[in-house]
C-alpha cells in the first residue's frame, strides 16, 4: 500500500508539473501566435504599401544620395590627410638634410677652428722665440731693455753697465734659454 501511495504522490507530482509546464507552453504559444498576427498584419501593411507604390523609394533615393555624399566626404577627408601626411614627410626630409648639412659645417668649421688654434700657439711660441732672441741680442750689443706697464723701454747702456751685462750673461744665459711649451 505504501508503493500505491507512493506511486500516486509520484504521479500528481508529474501531473502538477506537466500541467505548469502545459500552462508555460500554452502562454508561449499564445504569444508567438500574438506576435505571428502582428507580423502578418505588418507584412500585408508592407503589401498594401509595395502595391501603392509607397516603399519609399523616394526615402531610399534620398538615403542612397545622403550615404554616397558622406563617402565623397570621407574621400575628400581622406584626400587631404593623405596630402597632409605627404607634405609633413617631405618637411622632414627637407629638416633632416638641413640638420645633417648643418652637422657636416659644424665638424668642418670645428676642425678648422682647432687647426687655426694649433697654428697660433706655434707662432705664439715663434714669436716669444723669436722676441728672446731679439732682446738677448740687444743686450749683448750693450742696450738695456726693461718692461713698464706691458711696455718695453730700450736704452743704450753704459760701457760700465754693458760690460757687467755681457759678464752677467755669459754665465746665466744656460739657465735662462730654457723654453716651456
Same mark, same amino acid.
Given at each position: ?13 508529474? $501531473?502538477?508539473?506537466?500541467?505548469? %509546464? ?8 499564445? &504569444?508567438?501566435?500574438?506576435?505571428? &498576427?502582428?507580423? #502578418? ?6 503589401? *498594401? /504599401?509595395?502595391?501603392? +507604390?509607397?516603399?519609399?523609394?523616394? &526615402? ?12 565623397? /566626404? ?9 596630402? %597632409?601626411?605627404?607634405?609633413? /614627410?617631405?618637411? !622632414? ?5 638641413? =640638420? ?9 668649421? *670645428? ?5 687655426? +688654434? ?16 731679439? *732682446?738677448?741680442?740687444?743686450?749683448? $750689443?750693450?742696450? =738695456? !731693455? ?8 730700450? #736704452?743704450?747702456? =753704459? ?5 757687467? *751685462?755681457?759678464? +752677467?750673461?755669459?754665465?746665466?744665459? &744656460? ?5 716651456? +711649451?
Amino acid at each position: 500500500m505504501n508503493q500505491l501511495v507512493e506511486k500516486l504522490a509520484l504521479a500528481e507530482s508529474k $501531473f502538477s508539473a506537466l500541467t505548469e %509546464t502545459s500552462e508555460y507552453e500554452r502562454t508561449k504559444l499564445r &504569444a508567438a501566435k500574438s506576435e505571428l &498576427a502582428d507580423c #502578418q498584419s505588418e507584412l500585408s501593411n508592407l503589401r *498594401i /504599401k509595395l502595391t501603392a +507604390g509607397e516603399t519609399g523609394s523616394d &526615402a531610399l533615393r534620398e538615403r542612397l544620395s545622403e550615404e554616397e555624399s558622406k563617402v565623397a /566626404k570621407l574621400h575628400e577627408l581622406q584626400y587631404e590627410h593623405e596630402s %597632409t601626411i605627404q607634405s609633413l /614627410k617631405n618637411d !622632414i626630409e627637407t629638416r633632416t638634410k638641413d =640638420s645633417e648639412s648643418s652637422a657636416r659645417r659644424l665638424e668642418n668649421l *670645428i676642425e678648422k677652428l682647432n687647426r687655426r +688654434g694649433d697654428k697660433a700657439k706655434e707662432l705664439s711660441q715663434r714669436l716669444y722665440q723669436h722676441n728672446d732672441r731679439i *732682446i738677448r741680442m740687444l743686450e749683448q $750689443f750693450g742696450y =738695456s !731693455i726693461s718692461r713698464q706697464d706691458d711696455a718695453l723701454t730700450i #736704452q743704450r747702456a =753704459s760701457k760700465v753697465t754693458a760690460s757687467t *751685462i755681457l759678464s +752677467g750673461l755669459e754665465s746665466s744665459t &744656460a739657465m735662462k734659454r730654457t723654453v716651456s +711649451g
